[in-house]
């Protein structure tokens, strides 16, 4: 060393030593003086242990000031993962729920308010109603035959005649037959019997020639009911052949079928004896004229007859007639007691 300095392969030295601890950024205060100290003695050993001024030269080195160390940088904090969220369940979707039906409330029954109750009047005592008096009955009577025979209502004069009739002392017998009788009740049958027999309203002329004949006394309702039966009209009507005739005769007489044979036979005796020998057969069978009496006993009495009575009348409808039969029933005292109780008030 020349001049108390250090020599240049020194100084080169230190300042190596510097920088690298400089770079290093590792430099504390005990650190430098420990790296002049070991600057010194390499300095030292270099110079050959020269001395400066009889003494160890010492290098004074200014020490390198202290790096104020690099601050250090916060680490950046941890970021928690979000969590993994699961995914959303698919919602099964709740069932339709049918609404409940409304109840109509029960409406609140007012109870029922005790009603007093009303005395019971006591019933007058009812009066029974007066007897009729005999020319009361007559003319109920008069009029259920009025009703029952003509279909109609008397007037008041009819009315009076008859029941004076029958206050004199005329029997019921002879009031019946006189309606019977009567010109008003024989169109009504010669009428019904061409509606019934031949099917057809009775044209005004054969009207009046049966009742021509009738009031001559020489046919009655049942004669000309037979001659309807027998007539060329009805033959025609029936297909203009004895078998066909008498075919005609069960359905509309005995209200049934015959047989083949029955039909065979009665064909038969039309042609021997002519159709009004056949049509007075049937008529006076007990068969027929039983029921052409029930519908009588039915209208006249309200009633079927008895078995007595339904012999009865087969037995005497062959000397009578319809006509005396009907006359024979309304005589009688069971109708003259029905006609009270129907028309008894009037």
Known sequence: MSGGRP??????????????????????????????A???????????????????????????????????????????PKPTVPPTPTTTPKPTVTPAPTITPVPTVTPKQTATPTPTPTPTPTQPAPPLTLAAKYSAYV???????????????????????LQTGTK???????????????????????????????EPAGVSTWLA??????ITTDGIEIALYASQEY?????????????SLYKSLLHRAGNSAEYDFWASYAAKKGRTWVVKQFWASA????????????????RVPTAAELQQSIVD?????????????????EYFLRSIARFGGR
Not at 317 to 333: F, M, W
């Open 235 to 247: 033959f025609q009507l029936h297909g203009s052949t004895n078998s066909g005739f008498a075919t």
């Open 287 to 302: 068969e027929t004229t039983g029921i052409r009496v029930v519908p009588m006993y039915q209208k006249y009495l309200g």
């Open 172 to 202: 019921r017998g002879v009031i019946a037959k006189a309606f019977a009788t009567s010109d008003e009740y024989r169109i009504i049958r010669i009428k019904a019997a061409y509606t019934t027999i031949l099917g057809r309203v009775a």
């Open 7 to 36: 020599s240049g392969q020194a100084v080169l030295l230190i300042i190596a030593l510097v920088v690298g601890s400089v770079t290093a950024g590792a430099v504390s205060a005990t650190g430098a003086t420990a790296d002049a």
């Open 38 to 80: 070991g600057v010194t003695a390499y300095a030292s050993a270099a110079s050959g242990g020269a001395t400066l001024s009889g003494r160890t030269a010492t290098a004074s080195v200014t020490p390198t000031p202290s790096v104020t160390p690099t601050p250090s940088v916060t680490p950046k904090p941890t970021v928690t």
């Open 143 to 165: 009029t259920a035959l009025a009703t029952d025979y003509l279909g109609r209502t008397q007037s008041a004069q009819e009315k009076a005649t008859f029941t004076n009739l």
């Open 213 to 218: 004949a009738m009031r001559a006394g020489q």
């Open 317 to 333: 409808a062959p000397q009578v007639g319809d006509s005396g039969l009907r006359q024979s029933i309304t005589a009688g005292n």
